[in-house]
């Protein structure tokens, strides 16, 4: 089974290296980079819902902190930019650490609660500490990322940058999944004491997964950071927390390739249809509540339905 | 301004909002205890308790008692009906797929407010003017007035709606336990339903009465939601008289730290102890330990 | 696994038709072209929580566009408005501003709305090399890294320093020398607080009191009895929000009866409506639009802002914001520059930094390399509050 | 020396006491059955044992250790494996996946080495799943190897239950029942099974209703009635005790 994500993995970069070659207009690829951004963050999310059977409220902040941090390091600070990636991710993941610690122990919707919490509370300080952070009306002039001699300036290079992090991103997700602590998180879903009495120390993984899932987001607000090179806490609220839950719902949480497909349909459809846009609040909440009621196995279980009419949930579950 | 009378009038206004978050907090707690669900729509019942009650007196010109009953009866609909759609259908849920419904229930209410009522603001006048009564150096509003009292109204009409009515007593028995309480012979959906509407109800009233004070908008109910939030785990969830006491211990906690401190990190202050709550005493400042690992969840 | 496989080539061709889509969307917008057509790009917050700037400023240039073409055009060019909505986020503003750049070819760009998403794409216009006239306030917009001013960007509405100014020239002449401020945690907000800070010193004034709120608050009596408390002669509340309705209330209801400023941020009617008459006596710094009657017919705006007010009103059955007006004044300048220079985009900014005198809705514009905004602080004229409607405050 | 010991274990359910000072033990190489009326405690005090439920007071040594109030996870790891009257396998697993997740003790392969999926990972997954295929050959489902668990018949639920917890390698097992719901044909087997299990240097300890069954295949027995031990012996003794008699008769009369 690992083999068959490992060809469709290749599928997806074969295609993707063929991408800029289609369409050579900067517009397209630079949605197909906020994309590739989201999906970052999605994958990371799909493990902690669909795996860890556990939801964060808060995956916008983590996003925001991985963006604050290499911002203001590589720009107040002069830090290079991989290094500030790097030192935000591992800031971003003792956070997560310490907010997952106390709270995964207990059963339930301690973690929502505790996530939407703590993303109020990363968004008021990115409000509020103005002197590091500009405050409401945000900050700029974030240097490019550089790695090594290659500055990532166009919109080219960047497209493959964060695409290739995408695939490395799912390569590891699939991994983890088909692995030992994959199998010993799917026993979640069914019977945590039966998982016990085996040995599994379930909190532990959910702890691991949830670090693991906000490494993820920090590291796409990095690319974000240098992407965009400006920031301003909007982008980081937790109306942005809800749409990425609400797109690894809709692309169908038990797999990475539904965090993809979701965060792809939801990222690319507003562009195209006004209507999105103009009632968006109304749209995305029918949509997840619609999703969640008749196919709470989402786009990915809709699409395994079409080949495999009967038994779904197995394999797609992968 | 003496401090002293400074001091107060900070515990005034901190009592006032501190009434309506507890009131949130009552309405998280009545959904919890009958189903086990943290009903992250709360907010959004609020807000529409204030806007509709809002729209009736400025726009179609409704008396403010009638525009009251009106919108708490509009907004108890609206919650029963949630139910119907989004909880009811479910067989099984676990608590993740809750906690999305919930939320996705909030954002559909949101928007239908948004397409019923645009992006604008609406107000409510003042139940009996803004003429403020002095006390010690500090006003108090007579809206102030108003909504304690009331709240303290609904807080003894709810605990005799549990305590004396049979619904009430259904609602307890299936809070203490589902299995048990089926097998009396007590209609455990329904109750979900009543539950729903009840705290819509609440949560309704909660909008009105702030309304004046507050000026509502389609955008309000997630700051409602996330403050009676914290107030309801500070509280002990599900535990009614924590969540008044915990309720008017963060209006006035949130009121001294901005006046005495720093308005900047004024609502940090409400996540702070949220967050503090959680790792420290998940199940709350009036709850037992015990009780919180023998929930559901 | 052979279904899998073809589950994942589905996935992969459905991205491909969603991808295409986006290209055919755009196709189905356009009509074939009778002449060359001059293209201008424009963004705005249609939608999102910043939409009541977003929608008159979308208004605005539909009219206007309709307008010129009616009259033949520019030179007998057709003049072709791409509207984009940001939804006032900035990666929306970014992808957007992308596909006017580089799909639609535009050769200006009108708007953003909000400070926040201009602030997003001036790296991406300033590396494309292509006039950009912001409708947002910060100032820090038209400001490069260097200090120098950005080269292809521009903004209409007046600047925030200005009506600082304005607020402590108005109050040095009324002997207030102690003040407190009250601003809102928004773009707006901060920048406010930023030049109130800045400028207090400059003209004397004295800042006793520091205070904040959010944009969702619903009482502001703690920040307002803290105020109270020290000893201060007037109040600025400087913020967008309809938050700031509540001050004037909450001041009323403390019994403060201290003269309240507040900033251009005001200069909407409905705020006043909500404030429910607690408003009164407010003074505020604001461009002539609001005041238009009041004006003395001699005055050079008011030949501008009468008809735009006229037109707007009548044709969409709603009061005409100052919002819309950046939106006027920023449309006009680069039409003025198209009738002049063609759709040249190197001309065209050339032409805007040289461009003395122009007459909009928000001042008479002088343009120079060092100013990218071209206004003064007598771009605005200090309002107040009379029986529930704006007025010029008596000197 | 005993490999488990029970010393006046406690458990209690608001008023009610499940477990009522309890005390025995179980030498290396038994089979131990646990017998009593239905709400006699049994399956309560296989939670305790396993840590699903912590006790309420008494003792509970096992290999020589006190794992009194563990969590379940590290008594498993101490070497206690279980299965459940109401089996608890892995439904939307298959059963190859549900046997090489009861290997999860006798492996290693941590998040951070997962996710690049190195060769040792690699080699060690390629040994969990010859592993589980020999477990699955013990049990007799080998030729079920790829079929989602969920849809087995019950019988080979109860198989496939044993064979997850015997690829943990207990040193012991707790049955909760295993022949509930099984045929005649199929009991016996399973009795089989159960002696190859000892054999192999497992102890087992088991709770069933199959008086049969007990009395066939353990070596020592344990009967439980309202929580209390009201007896401790062999087969032979147990079935000649009065007390045993008397709250079985007491049940049948109920």
């Keep these: ?318 | ?297 | ?395 | 020396m005993p490999l488990l010991e029970v010393i006046n274990l406690e458990k209690h359910f608001g008023g009610l006491t499940a477990i009522n000072r309890v005390t025995f033990s179980i030498q290396p190489g038994q089979i131990k059955a646990i017998i009593g009326p239905n709400g006699a405690g049994k399956t309560t005090l296989f939670n305790v044992l396993t840590g699903v439920v912590p006790p309420d007071g008494g003792e509970i040594r096992f290999r020589d250790g006190d794992i009194t109030g563990w969590k379940s996870h590290l008594i498993a790891s101490r070497g206690i494996a279980r299965t459940f009257q109401i089996i608890k396998i892995f439904g939307d697993m298959t059963v190859l996946e549900n046997v090489m997740t009861g290997c999860h003790l006798k492996s290693k392969t941590g998040l951070l080495s997962a996710a690049f999926h190195l060769l040792p990972v690699w080699r060690e997954e390629r040994e969990i799943a010859e592993k589980s295929i020999r477990i699955l050959r013990e049990v007799g489902l080998e030729d079920r190897a790829q079929a989602r668990a969920g849809n087995l018949p019950l019988g080979m639920q109860r198989l496939l239950e044993i064979g997850r917890a015997l690829a943990s390698e207990p040193s012991l097992i707790l049955l909760d029942e295993p022949v509930a719901g099984l045929s005649g044909p199929e009991t016996r087997e399973l009795a089989h099974l159960i002696r190859r299990i000892r054999d192999g240097g497992t102890t087992v300890l088991l709770v069933d209703h199959d008086m049969s069954l007990i009395m066939d295949i353990s070596d020592e027995v344990l009967v439980l009635d309202y929580g209390c031990k009201i007896a401790e012996g062999s087969p032979r003794e147990i079935q000649n005790d009065e007390k045993v008699i008397a709250a079985y008769l007491g049940e049948e009369m109920d």
């Design chain 1, 1 to 318: 089974m690992i083999k068959s994500n490992y060809l469709a993995l290749l599928i997806l970069a074969l295609v993707l290296a063929f991408i800029p070659l289609a369409i050579s207009n900067v517009y397209y690829l630079g949605i197909l980079i906020f994309v590739g951004i989201n999906s970052l963050i999605t994958i990371g999310l799909s493990l902690l819902m669909g795996y860890a059977g556990q939801i964060s409220l808060g995956h916008a902040a983590f996003f925001g902190l991985g963006a604050y941090l290499s911002g203001v390091l590589s720009t107040r600070l002069a830090v290079p930019p991989v290094s500030a990636l790097l030192l935000a991710a591992l800031f971003t993941a003792l956070v997560a650490l310490l907010i997952g610690l106390p709270t995964l122990r207990l059963k339930g919707h301690y973690l929502a609660m505790a996530t939407l919490g703590f993303g109020q509370i990363v968004y008021i300080v990115f409000n509020a500490w103005v002197e590091m952070t500009g405050g409401p009306s945000g900050f700029g002039n974030i240097p490019r990322l550089r790695i090594g001699g290659v500055v990532f300036d166009t919109d080219l290079k960047y497209f493959y940058l964060v695409w290739g992090l995408v695939v490395v991103g799912l390569f590891f997700a699939v991994n983890i999944i088909h692995s030992r602590v994959g199998r010993a998180l799917r026993t979640m879903h069914t019977s945590e004491v039966a998982a016990g009495t085996l040995g599994i120390n379930t909190v532990r993984y959910k702890i691991q997964i949830f670090v693991i899932s906000a490494v993820y987001a920090s590291v796409a607000g990095s690319l974000y950071a240098y992407f965009v090179t400006f920031l301003s806490p909007g982008t980081f609220g937790i109306s942005f927390s809800i749409l990425l839950v609400t797109m690894v719902v809709f692309g169908g949480r038990f797999s990475v390739w539904g965090a993809l497909l979701g965060t792809a349909v939801l990222s690319i459809l507003p562009e195209s249809l006004r209507i999105i846009k103009d009632y968006d609040v109304l749209v995305y909440g029918a949509v997840l509540l619609l999703v969640m009621i008749f196919f709470p196995e989402g786009l990915v279980g809709l699409i395994g339905r079409v080949f495999r009419p009967r038994s779904l949930p197995e394999k797609l579950r992968t």
């Design chain 3, 1 to 395: 696994m052979k279904k899998l496989f073809l589950a994942g080539v589905s996935l992969i061709l459905g991205l491909g038709i969603l991808i295409g889509s986006l290209d055919a969307a755009d196709e189905a917008k356009q009509e074939p072209a009778k002449l060359e057509r001059y293209k201008v790009g424009a963004l705005f917050a249609i939608t999102g929580p910043a939409s009541w700037l977003g929608e008159p400023e979308r208004n605005t240039v539909l009219m206007i566009e309709e307008e010129v073409n009616k009259s033949g055009g520019i030179n007998g060019h057709p003049l072709k408005l791409i509207i984009e909505d940001t939804v006032g986020d900035g990666t929306k503003t970014v992808n957007a501003a992308k596909k006017l750049i580089a799909s639609d070819k535009v050769c200006a760009i009108i708007g953003p709305s909000r400070s926040g998403c201009t602030m997003a794409i001036v790296p991406i216009v300033q590396a494309a090399e292509i006039p950009l006239i912001s409708c947002a306030a910060a100032e820090a917009i038209v400001i490069a890294p260097d200090g120098k001013q950005n080269k292809w960007v521009f903004k209409t509405p007046q600047k925030d320093s200005h009506a600082a100014e304005k607020i402590f020239e108005h109050m040095k002449a009324n002997g207030i020398k102690r003040i407190a401020l009250l601003t809102g945690t928004t773009g707006f907000g901060a920048q406010g607080r930023e030049q109130l800070k800045k400028l207090a010193p400059v003209w004397g004034m004295e800042i006793v009191a520091d205070e904040t709120y959010g944009p969702k608050d619903s009482d502001m009596t703690v920040q307002l009895t803290k105020i109270k408390a020290k000893n201060t002669q007037a109040i600025i509340n400087w913020s967008i929000v309809p938050a700031q309705a509540i001050v004037c209330k909450n001041m009323k209801q403390l019994g403060i009866e201290l003269p309240l400023y507040q900033s251009h941020g005001f200069g909407n009617i409905k705020y006043v409506q909500v404030a429910g008459g607690a408003a009164e006596g407010t003074i505020f710094p604001c461009g002539r639009l609001l005041v238009v009657e009041s004006l003395p017919n001699d005055h050079p705006q008011k030949k501008v802002l009468a008809r735009y007010k006229k037109d707007y009103e009548d044709r969409f059955n709603e009061n005409v914001s100052t919002f819309g007006g950046h939106a006027y004044d920023a449309l006009w300048l680069v039409i003025e520059a198209l009738k002049e220079v063609g759709p040249d985009r190197e001309k065209i900014r050339d032409y805007l930094e040289g461009k003395k005198g122009f007459v909009g809705t928000g001042g008479v514009f002088m343009f120079t390399p060092d100013d990218h905004n071209g206004l003064t602080r007598e771009a605005f004229e200090i309002l107040t509050v009379k029986d529930g409607k704006f007025d010029v405050l008596e000197k």
């Design chain 2, 1 to 297: 301004m003496t401090l002293g009378s400074q001091i107060l009038q900070y515990i005034i206004s901190g009592i006032s909002i501190g009434s309506i978050y507890a009131l949130v907090a009552l309405g998280f707690n009545i959904i919890y205890n009958t189903t086990g669900i943290i009903n992250f729509a709360q907010g959004e019942f609020v807000m529409l308790g204030g806007i509709t009650a809002a729209s009736l007196v400025t726009i179609f010109h409704v008396p403010i008692l009638i525009a009251f009953l009106a919108a708490v009866i509009i907004v108890t609909a609206a919650g029963a009906f949630f139910e119907r759609l989004a909880i009811h259908p479910l067989k099984n849920p676990s608590v993740i797929t809750l906690i999305i419904i919930t939320i996705a229930g909030s954002i559909l209410l949101k928007g239908i407010a948004m397409f019923i009522w645009g992006k604008d603001t609406y107000f409510l006048p003042s139940f009996s003017g803004d003429r403020p009564i002095h006390f010690l150096g500090a006003a108090i509003l007579p809206q102030t007035v108003w909504i304690l009292g009331i709240t303290g109204l609904v807080v003894i009409l709810l605990s005799a709606f549990f305590k004396f009515t049979l619904a009430g007593k259904a609602m307890r028995a299936v809070a203490s336990n589902r299995m048990a309480a089926s097998l009396v012979g007590i209609n455990v959906k329904k109750m979900v339903l009543f539950s729903f509407a009840l705290s819509a109800a609440v949560g309704a009233v909660g909008g009105i009465i702030i309304a004046p004070i507050a000026l509502m908008d389609y955008d309000k109910g997630a700051i409602f939601a996330l403050k009676g939030f914290a107030v309801a785990a500070l509280g002990g969830i599900g535990n009614f008289g924590g969540a008044i006491a915990a309720g008017l211990i963060l209006g006035i906690l949130e009121a001294l730290g901005a006046g005495l401190i720093s308005s900047h990190y004024k609502d940090a202050i409400a996540l702070m102890v949220l967050l503090l709550v959680l790792f420290l005493k998940p199940s709350g400042i009036f709850g037992s330990a015990q009780e919180s690992r023998l929930k559901k969840f």
